[in-house]
């Protein structure tokens, strides 16, 4: 065979990611003496990184006699492609220790790259330093490239000031910027250049649209999915499928998430695995885990992130049991866990009390797999000691785990140690929550109940004038229903809604019923100094006793409702919604601040712990 043939092959591997042929071709160099033969080591290189094979590549690279910048551009690329940043940029000294070269603009390229995978600023700023230092410093290419790692480094002024140096920008410098602004929320700034922008691609969409979604602007991102729609852009990368699947997740909308669901059918994307990912995470945080369920039963090839997207929205449903169980069927199917795999398997044993099994896993993160605990893992085995009762234990990981307790940490346990009764613990736990200068009301609410059960009546006075400082700048409570393409948001208090009276007749009904069955209200979280029928009236115009109010009124008799709440639900609603689920026999689904609750027949998933 022609040496020009074996050219053109390797070339056709790479293009088609066709690793077998690429190994075939390799060993057909090697029979014919050909393997250090003109352009083809570095041919040979390169489709071995681009097939996926970077052990491959870098053994054919340590083979290699003669390395120039192509070698090296072609072995960074590999890495960068196999998502392995930090080898990247360590073999990086040696193309000026080993081979005495200088980096060319595609070494800097690679090397821009492997700094935004990692998100490293501070290597990224040193990366472009040497690059402004070196003879390619006008090349737009790597300008580009800096464009997009300041962009996924949160730094959109950084981005600006290269963007502005290139001199002929093309789609991939355009792309870059409008990201840079999109994900940094700066919506104006990102419109302008998008706007400016020479040309409307799907890929300059898809930056706009993903980079709001990431930034929090979920439902511009909607508006500027219909307006990419309208003009007829044809969606040939399922990119921005993707992200406006998590926008539905976001906002926890089921009926919008099932036509996005629908589009992807139609387009022919449902057996893309990133998609089926986001579609699992996104039924899971509509509450709808069975529809979840649905999608990674009928996944063909499923990934570390398939796998932890259902076990950790199975574990947030409060089914424990059953998260446990397919953790046990990754691990059988030779997938590796990951460190958010093993938050959602801690947080699920912990609301079932399995101690030994939580310790374990905790144990196995860090010897089997070789994760090192973030304060999250910490405060999910918290969680899980002091719910069980092991308080001790509890609070001398405190004193051991490498990191300052933050506010949930505290707030974790303190709430255990007054479902236990530990008065003299959680006093101590409650200086050391009140040392943080807590942001969240409800911690506020817990620990005046802490104090007030000590009777420690000066810092009850402390805690409850904090609170009523805190009123102004309090995010109000609210709750929203997703009926089909039907979306209400209620408010604590609301009084202005078409259907007051309708709702107001309704809630009263069932507060009888409730109190024929033993109801009494629990005032407790309610801190203004006001006579018990006022603070009751309060209690009774919560935003998530609106919201199913109104659900009952506007749904299909027998439908589940599903509640979306940004505050914690106070003990006294959570009380109510269970008796209005037996009261009515209906399934009533809410997704507070901090977890799941399904009510059904008069009992919740979270076992009364939350």
Same mark, same amino acid.
């Given at each position: 065979?022609?040496?020009?043939?074996?050219f053109?092959?390797?070339?056709?591997?790479?293009?088609?990611n066709?690793p077998?042929?690429?190994?075939?071709?390799?060993?057909?160099?090697?029979k014919?003496?050909?393997?250090?033969?003109?352009p083809?080591?570095?041919?040979?290189l390169?489709?071995?990184?681009?097939?996926?094979?970077?052990?491959?590549a870098?053994?054919?690279?340590?083979?290699?006699?003669?390395?120039?910048?192509?070698?090296?551009?072609?072995i =960074?690329t590999?890495?960068?492609?196999?998502?392995? &940043?930090?080898?990247?940029?360590?073999?990086?000294?040696a193309?000026?220790?080993?081979?005495g070269?200088? &980096?060319?603009?595609?070494?800097?390229a690679?090397?821009?790259?492997a700094?935004?995978s990692?998100g490293?600023?501070?290597?990224?700023?040193?990366?472009?330093?040497?690059?402004?230092?070196s003879?390619?410093?006008?090349?737009? *290419?790597?300008?580009?490239?800096?464009v997009? %790692?300041?962009?996924?480094c949160?730094?959109?002024d950084?981005?600006?000031?290269?963007?502005?140096?290139?001199?002929v #920008?093309?789609a991939?410098?355009?792309?870059?910027?409008?990201?840079?602004y999109?994900?940094?929320?700066?919506?104006?700034?990102a419109?302008?250049?998008?706007?400016?922008?020479?040309?409307?691609?799907?890929?300059?969409?898809?930056?706009?649209i993903?980079g709001?979604?990431?930034?929090?602007?979920?439902?511009?991102?909607? +508006?500027?999915?219909?307006?990419?729609?309208?003009?007829?852009?044809?969606?040939?990368?399922?990119?921005?499928?993707?992200?406006? *699947?998590?926008?539905?997740?976001?906002?926890?909308?089921?009926?919008?998430?099932k036509?996005?669901?629908?589009?992807?059918?139609?387009?022919?994307?449902?057996s893309?695995?990133?998609?089926?990912?986001?579609?699992?995470?996104?039924?899971a945080?509509?509450?709808?885990i069975?529809?979840?369920k649905?999608?990674?039963?009928?996944m063909?090839?499923?990934?570390?992130?398939s796998?932890?997207?259902? /076990?950790?929205?199975?574990?947030?449903?409060g089914?424990?049991?059953?998260?446990?169980?397919?953790?046990?069927?990754?691990v059988?199917?030779?997938v590796?866990?990951?460190e958010?795999?093993?938050?959602?398997? /801690?947080?699920?044993?912990?609301?079932?009390?399995?101690?030994?099994?939580?310790?374990s896993?905790?144990?196995?993160?860090? #010897?089997?797999?070789?994760?090192?605990?973030?304060?999250?893992?910490?405060?999910?085995?918290?969680?899980?000691?002091?719910r069980?009762?092991?308080?001790?234990?509890?609070?001398?990981?405190?004193?051991?785990?490498?990191?300052q307790?933050?506010e949930?940490?505290? $707030?974790? /346990?303190?709430?255990?140690?007054?479902?236990?009764?530990?008065?003299?613990?959680a006093?101590r736990?409650?200086d050391?929550?009140l040392?943080?200068?807590?942001?969240?009301?409800?911690?506020y609410? =817990?620990?005046?109940?802490?104090?007030?059960?000590? $009777?420690?009546?000066?810092?009850?006075?402390?805690?409850?004038?904090? %609170?009523? =400082? %805190?009123?102004?700048r309090?995010? &109000?409570?609210?709750?929203?229903?997703?009926?089909? #393409?039907e979306?209400?948001v209620?408010?604590a208090?609301?009084t202005? +809604?078409?259907?007051?009276?309708?709702?107001?007749?309704?809630?009263?009904?069932?507060?009888?019923?409730?109190?024929?069955?033993?109801?009494?209200?629990?005032t407790?979280? *309610?801190?203004?100094?006001?006579?018990?029928q006022?603070?009751?009236?309060?209690?009774?115009? +919560?935003?998530?006793r609106?919201a199913?109010?109104?659900?009952?009124?506007?749904?299909?008799?027998?439908?589940?409702?599903?509640?979306?709440k940004?505050l914690?639900?106070?003990g006294?609603?959570?009380?109510?919604?269970?008796?209005?689920?037996?009261?009515?026999?209906?399934?009533?689904v809410?997704?507070?601040a901090?977890?799941? +609750?399904?009510?059904?027949?008069?009992t919740c998933?979270?076992?009364?712990?939350?």
């Amino acid at each position: 065979m022609l040496v020009s043939r074996y050219f053109l092959l390797l070339q056709q591997c790479a293009r088609r990611n066709a690793p077998n042929i690429a190994k075939k071709l390799h060993a057909h160099l090697l029979k014919n003496g050909l393997r250090g033969y003109g352009p083809l080591p570095n041919t040979l290189l390169d489709a071995y990184g681009k097939c996926g094979l970077p052990g491959d590549a870098f053994s054919l690279f340590e083979e290699m006699p003669r390395r120039d910048q192509v070698s090296w551009a072609s072995i =960074l690329t590999a890495y960068n492609q196999a998502n392995l &940043p930090r080898r990247t940029l360590s073999i990086f000294r040696a193309v000026l220790v080993d081979d005495g070269l200088r &980096p060319d603009h595609f070494v800097y390229a690679s090397l821009v790259k492997a700094c935004a995978s990692l998100g490293s600023i501070r290597l990224g700023r040193q990366v472009h330093a040497s690059f402004l230092l070196s003879p390619f410093r006008a090349d737009d *290419v790597t300008k580009s490239s800096l464009v997009d %790692m300041y962009a996924k480094c949160g730094s959109p002024d950084d981005a600006r000031a290269v963007f502005d140096s290139i001199l002929v #920008k093309n789609a991939v410098s355009w792309t870059a910027m409008i990201s840079a602004y999109s994900r940094s929320g700066l919506k104006s700034h990102a419109m302008a250049i998008f706007q400016s922008a020479p040309a409307r691609t799907l890929f300059s969409w898809t930056a706009l649209i993903s980079g709001l979604v990431q930034s929090g602007n979920n439902v511009d991102a909607f +508006h500027l999915f219909i307006d990419m729609r309208r003009e007829g852009v044809d969606i040939v990368d399922p990119l921005v499928l993707s992200s406006i *699947v998590g926008a539905c997740a976001n906002l926890a909308m089921l009926a919008l998430g099932k036509q996005i669901h629908g589009l992807v059918v139609v387009l022919g994307y449902e057996s893309c695995l990133f998609i089926d990912n986001a579609l699992i995470d996104t039924y899971a945080k509509c509450s709808d885990i069975l529809g979840a369920k649905d999608i990674f039963n009928g996944m063909n090839h499923r990934d570390v992130v398939s796998w932890t997207s259902i /076990i950790v929205g199975t574990a947030q449903h409060g089914k424990a049991e059953e998260a446990l169980e397919l953790f046990d069927k990754m691990v059988s199917t030779g997938v590796k866990p990951n460190e958010v795999t093993f938050v959602g398997l /801690i947080y699920a044993c912990s609301h079932v009390g399995l101690v030994k099994r939580g310790r374990s896993l905790f144990n196995s993160m860090i #010897k089997d797999y070789g994760i090192t605990p973030s304060l999250q893992h910490y405060t999910c085995l918290l969680d899980l000691l002091s719910r069980s009762g092991h308080l001790d234990e509890a609070e001398n990981l405190i004193d051991q785990m490498p990191f300052q307790p933050d506010e949930p940490t505290w $707030a974790a /346990i303190l709430s255990a140690c007054k479902q236990h009764g530990k008065t003299e613990m959680a006093v101590r736990i409650a200086d050391g929550l009140l040392s943080l200068k807590p942001e969240d009301p409800s911690s506020y609410i =817990l620990l005046s109940n802490i104090y007030a059960r000590a $009777a420690m009546w000066d810092k009850v006075a402390k805690i409850r004038k904090t %609170m009523a =400082l %805190m009123e102004v700048r309090k995010e &109000p409570g609210y709750s929203c229903i997703d009926i089909g #393409k039907e979306n209400q948001v209620f408010y604590a208090g609301e009084t202005t +809604h078409p259907m007051k009276d309708e709702i107001f007749c309704l809630l009263k009904e069932l507060d009888a019923e409730m109190r024929r069955r033993g109801y009494v209200p629990d005032t407790s979280s *309610v801190l203004h100094d006001m006579e018990q029928q006022e603070k009751e009236k309060q209690l009774f115009w +919560h935003s998530e006793r609106l919201a199913v109010a109104y659900g009952l009124l506007k749904s299909v008799p027998g439908t589940v409702i599903r509640i979306v709440k940004n505050l914690r639900v106070c003990g006294d609603c959570h009380t109510v919604l269970k008796f209005i689920s037996v009261i009515i026999k209906r399934d009533i689904v809410v997704r507070d601040a901090n977890r799941y +609750h399904h009510f059904k027949g008069g009992t919740c998933s979270c076992n009364d712990f939350w």
